[in-house]
């Protein structure tokens, strides 16, 4: 696995209370690091955050299109 740079961690963004990254890919690369976890990234304006996925999505009892398509896509 290529290693993350200090700056690809992540700046705690106060706003909305979560680490952000600068590009999907960073994101996706900060979430491999939480082996076991499920976390996958997604979008909050320009940004980047990971989050886990729901127990519901993982044990196949729903899709993550139906668990989250109350979010508005900004």
């Known amino acids: 696995m290529e290693h993350l740079h200090p700056i690809d961690l992540g700046v705690h ?3 909305c209370q979560k680490i ?3 590009s999907r890919k960073v994101a ?3 979430a491999r690091l939480h082996h076991g ?3 996958t ?3 909050c304006g ?3 955050h990971i989050g ?3 127990p519901e999505v993982l044990s196949g009892q729903m ?3 139906q668990a989250y398509r109350h979010k508005k896509r900004r």
Request: glycine content about 4%; proline content about 4%.
């Open 13 to 15: 963004n106060f706003t």
């Open 20 to 22: 952000c990254y600068k």
């Open 28 to 30: 996706r690369r900060a």
């Open 37 to 39: 976890e499920h976390k």
């Open 41 to 43: 990234p997604f979008k």
């Open 46 to 48: 320009d940004h980047w």
């Open 52 to 54: 886990g996925l729901l």
């Open 63 to 65: 899709t993550r299109a």
